[in-house]
C-alpha cells in the first residue's frame, strides 16, 4: 500500500499501477479487444492488471473469465499434493467491502471430501474461510487466518479482497493479482500485519478489485469520506461470481461452470 500524490495531496491507493513505484518495474503489456493486461514485475513481485469496461453481460463477462483464468493459472500452478485455502476479507455487512466473503461463496470446497477419501480425480484439495473484520470479531484477522492456515496444512492461500483506488474510472472495473501478499484494511489505513509467504510459510496469491476512492479524488474540500458506484451492489455480486468462477476453473481440472446464464 503507497501514497499518490494528487494535486499537492497524498491519496491512498492499493493498485499496484497508480504508484510510483512502476516507474521501475518491468511493464508488459497486452490488449484483447476492450480488456488491457498489465503484467509488471518490482523486485521478486508480481502483479497483473486486468483492466475491462464492462461485466454485466454475458459475452463480456465470459471475456474477462477466460483472460482472469489464464492470468490465475500462471501464479497457481497447482500440484496433487497442494491444499489450497481461500480467503474472502472483509465486511458482510457493507457492500463495498463484501467482495470476500461473496467470493467464497461461489468458491467449491472439496477438503471435507478428501478427508472422507471420497473424491474425483482432476479436483483439488480446496477449503474456505471468511475471517470477517476486527471490529466484530475482537480479533486482528491475521492472526485468524495465521492459524487456519496452520491447522488446514494450506500450502498455497488466495486472499480476495476489496481494494481503493485513486481514480474513479477504476473502480469495479479493475482486478489486480500478486504473489505480494496483502495488508488488511491498509486502503482505509488500518495498522494489520501482513500476510505474505513470509509471515505464513504458505504462497500468497492475492486478488483484488477497487470499489472505493477518497473524497479528495473529485473534490478539492478536505474531507474523510471515500466514494462508490450507485449500482455496488449489482456489480459486486456480479464480480464475486467472476472470480468465484475463475478460481474454480483454475483450480479443478473436472470443473463444470454453474452460472451459465452470466
Known sequence: MQNKKISNKEIRTDLIIEQKLMKDAYIQEERKEDIIITTSKINSNYYTTISFRDITDKDNFNSVLKILVNELKKYL?????DTILVIGLGNSNSTPDSLGPLVVNHVLVTRYLFILGNVESGYSNVCSFKPDVMGNTGIETTEIINCIIKESNAT???IIDSLKASNLKRLTKTIQITNKGISPGSGLNSKY???SKKTTGAEIIAIGVPTVVDIKTI???EKNLIVTPTDIDFIIE???IL???AINISLHKNYIRQNNNN
Open 156 to 158: 498455497k492461500v488466495i
Open 193 to 195: 500485519k501482513e500476510i
Open 238 to 240: 456480479k464480480l464475486s
Open 243 to 245: 472470480i468465484g468462477e
Open 77 to 81: 500452478k497447482v500440484t496433487k499434493t
Open 219 to 221: 473534490s478539492k474540500k
